[in-house]
Nanobody, 124 residues
Framework: EVQLVESGGGLVQVGGSLRLSCVAS????????IGWFRQAPGKEREGVSC????????NYVDFVKGRFTISSDNAKNSVYLQMNNLNPEDTAVYYC?????????????????WGQGIQVTVSS
C-alpha cells in the first residue's frame, strides 16, 4: 500500500518561508505524480502545485507562481514544496496526494492516497 507522510509545517510571519516534505513508501514504480493541495477553514480544497517523481512537469496555480517551488528527489521517494514570501492567504492545511496527471490545467485527479495534512499558518 502506498502511504504518504508529510512534515515541515508551522507558524511563520508574513514574508517568511517554509519547506514541506512528502515522503512516499510502497510504490512499485519510479514514475508517478504528486500534487500539493490545501484547504482553509470554510473553503474548498484547492490544488497548489504538482510534479512527476522524475522532476518533469512542475506546475503551479497562479496565486503561488514565483513564490513556491516544487521539487522531487526520486531516490528518496520525496517531494518538496518550498514556500517563500508567504502571506496570510496561504494559511491552510496542506496535503500531498498521489495524482493521475500533472499539467497546467489543474485537472490533477487525485487518487484516494493522501498525506495526513499539515498546518501552515502565516501571521502578520
Amino acid at each position: 500500500e502506498v502511504q504518504l507522510v508529510e512534515s515541515g509545517g508551522g507558524l511563520v510571519q508574513v514574508g517568511g518561508s517554509l519547506r514541506l516534505s512528502c515522503v512516499a513508501s510502497g510504490f512499485k514504480t519510479d514514475y508517478y505524480a504528486i500534487g500539493w493541495f490545501r484547504q482553509a477553514p470554510g473553503k474548498e480544497r484547492e490544488g497548489v502545485s504538482c510534479i512527476y517523481s522524475t522532476g518533469e512537469n512542475p506546475n503551479y496555480v497562479d496565486f503561488v507562481k514565483g513564490r513556491f517551488t516544487i521539487s522531487s528527489d526520486n531516490a528518496k521517494n520525496s517531494v518538496y514544496l518550498q514556500m517563500n514570501n508567504l502571506n496570510p492567504e496561504d494559511t491552510a492545511v496542506y496535503y500531498c496526494a498521489v495524482i493521475r496527471y500533472c499539467g497546467p490545467n489543474n485537472h490533477w485527479a487525485p487518487y484516494d492516497i493522501w498525506g495526513q495534512g499539515i498546518q501552515v499558518t502565516v501571521s502578520s
